[in-house]
């Protein structure tokens, strides 16, 4: 038995269904409305960045071209001295576009030429070691073949005029002035540079070399010329260490560093003449060092020692009665050859310097660096040293023996 369903209600369920069909492709549509119209948005806020970068780029790029221009119709090669170099670029070239340079945009930047006038800025020197690594120890040390100035200047090409040298590797920590009094010994001379100055370059010194010549034929007075040399030295740089040596006495051993110390410093402890011992605990002479504290804190060194010896017991003094100690190389370190030769005329021995030695403490502070007088005749600089020839006047006339 069947049912039938009235015409009407069948008429009512389809109506319904298409309007259903109908709002959801509405709907389906409005989404898809939607999305286009924010990919439109999104599109047209793209195009807007770019254009702006794009304008931007373009700007610059004509700036840079007539300033090229104009710098190629003023002057291509730029202001004098300057060192800058303008170009002048062709933008209508085949098939050349705005985008093709943007894309290769090194094409469009002028290249940067170096300063002609400036070099690159050298890098800092490494502190010198302590303990080169090129120093040889024991040295052979003879007088025996001819020396000539010629050979020894052959021998040091990297020493300058003066006698100066200055590490090219390295950066030491003192600036050192060797100070050597003199009168008429030439051919010690000779021996002393050909020895010292290689030496002295393998122990990474930086240094100059100053001859302090006593003109006359007054009595000689060694400590009065180490002031001198001390004075003149100063004028020549800013040495902050200096080493007073005797030119007949030339080191065995290249570890003898020539430079300051802590404490002032004796160098000489070992003479052959001395069967290479200390002749006695308060020597000093030879060669020693101060610093240029030490030195002024001692007043320097006595100016009234004329003639021979008693200077450096003086020296030893002043150093001691100003609370500093003596510091030495060790023994087997500290040896030195003397070149023999006889007594020099006007420097023999000194009667009075065993009264002088015993007063120290009361003469030092009115003797001295502060109380130097001299005349200086000449300066002249040599390829291996710096000659200063000076006048120091003489010894005060002796107290009559009644």
Known sequence: ??????????????????????????????????????LCLLHFLIMMILYFDVYTQRFDLFSRFNNGRNGSRNNVSGPAGSGHHFYYYNLS???????????????????????????????????????PPGLVGRLLIEFS????????QK?????????????????????????????????????????????LRRQKIDYGIYIINQLGEETFNRAKLLNVGYTEALKDAEYDCFIFSDVDLIPMDDRNLYHCYDQPRHFAIAMDKFGFRLPYAGYFGGVSGLSKKQFLKINGFPNEYWGWGGEDDDIYNRITLNGMKVSRPDVRIGRYRMIKHERDKHNEPNPQRFNKIQNTKNTMKKDGISTLTYRLVQVKRYPLYTNISVEIGKPPPRPFKG
């Not at 709002?23 to 549509?29: E, V």
């Not at 985008?99 to 170096?114: D, F, K």
């Not at 073949?145 to 050979?151: A, N, Y």
């Not at 003192?174 to 002393?192: D, G, Q, S, T």
């Open 1 to 38: 038995m069947s049912v039938a369903v009235p015409r009407q209600r069948c008429r009512g369920w389809r109506s319904s269904s298409t309007a259903m069909t109908r709002l959801m492709l509405g709907r389906t549509l409005e989404r898809i409305c939607k999305g286009v119209l924010l």
């Open 93 to 131: 070239r085949p098939n050349a576009t705005l985008a093709s340079y943007l894309a290769t945009g090194e094409q469009l930047v002028p290249s940067v030429q170096p300063e002609t006038n400036q070099t690159p800025s050298p890098k800092p020197l490494p502190p010198c070691p302590e303990i």
């Open 155 to 199: 021998e040091n090409p990297n020493v300058t005029n003066g006698g100066r040298y200055t590490p090219p590797d390295c950066r030491p920590r003192w600036k050192v002035a060797i100070i050597i009094p003199f009168r008429h010994r030439e051919n010690h001379l000779k021996y002393w540079l050909h020895y010292l100055h290689p030496i």
């Open 145 to 152: 073949s001819q020396m000539t100035m010629e050979r020894v």
